[in-house]
Nanobody, 123 residues
Framework: QWQFVQSGGGLVQPGGSLRLSCAAK????????IGWFRQVPGKAREEVAC????????HFLASVKDRFTISRDDAQNTVYLHMNSLKSEDTAVYYCAAEGYHCSGKYSEYDYWGQGSQVTVSS
């Protein structure tokens, strides 16, 4: 069976950095687009960014576009979200998810989801 294994979350002070990892177990990410989402309790889940199977990146949140970066390492079968200059407003549960080939921008097209990683930004 396939699964996403997420890691890298935790507590960080404002201005700090974290790198979230999303590793595929039991299948390959080579032909999948991977999106990163975040959700705060009581609020709607929002897409942060997506990277296609060829490495094309689409950003969805202006508030993090200049601070967060997606990268993928197909040899490691892993996708990363690099988060810099973190603010308290970035506190959320972060999820990775996969769809086929390209980033569609459609929530319903994501078929596979990770378990989520808690990121807390606080002094």
């Amino acid at each position: 069976q396939w699964q996403f294994v997420q890691s890298g979350g935790g507590l960080v002070q404002p201005g700090g950095s974290l790198r979230l990892s999303c590793a595929a177990k039991g299948f390959t990410l080579d032909f999948l687009a991977i999106g990163w989402f975040r959700q705060v309790p009581g609020k709607a889940r929002e897409e942060v960014a997506c990277v296609s199977y060829t490495g094309i990146v689409t950003h969805f949140l202006a508030s993090v576009k200049d601070r967060f970066t997606i990268s993928r390492d197909d040899a490691q079968n892993t996708v990363y979200l690099h988060m810099n200059s973190l603010k308290s407003e970035d506190t959320a549960v972060y999820y990775c998810a996969a769809e086929g080939y390209h980033c569609s921008g459609k929530y319903s097209e994501y078929d596979y989801w990770g378990q989520g990683s808690q990121v807390t930004v606080s002094s």
